[in-house]
């Protein structure tokens, strides 16, 4: 892997990594950037999103939603198998949203974003990476 340095100020430090798979990311000090994840209408999964690089964990901004739970779902790589994220019973219990938390991602780059119950509307999450 080579990592460098692209420049370094008062916002932080942008690092480009490249991996041997030729995988570029660029982040500001140990964030990603936000990212969208849409649920679409009368369904309970978003498609997947590329959160850039490797992260420990994930900020998830929570629209106002139709009552559900919110759970995760993450994959080793883009278009691969996705896997509850925890046992299963890992979700976040929001009622109807209008909420910001975050979970623990052990690692994963990519996510889904589900709900337990359809949804009456398009719903857009917004997520992004973190390594705090």
């Known amino acids: 892997m080579t990592v460098k340095m692209i420049s370094a ?63 995760v779902e993450v994959a080793e790589e883009s278009g691969g198998n996705f896997y509850k994220l925890g046992d299963g019973t890992a979700v976040i219990k929001c009622g109807t949203g209008g909420l910001m938390t975050a979970v623990l991602l052990g690692g994963f780059r990519y996510v889904k974003i589900s709900t337990s119950g359809p949804q009456t509307a398009a719903r857009t999450f917004r997520v992004r990476g973190s390594n705090v």
């Open 9 to 71: 100020g008062s916002g932080g430090v942008s690092v480009a990594v490249s991996t041997p798979e030729a995988v570029t990311a660029t982040l500001t000090g140990v964030y990603g950037g936000w990212k969208e994840a849409v649920i679409a209408l009368d369904t309970m999964l978003s498609a997947e999103v590329d959160l850039g690089a490797d992260f420990h964990q994930m900020q998830i901004m929570i629209p106002e939603i139709d009552s559900a739970d919110v759970g």
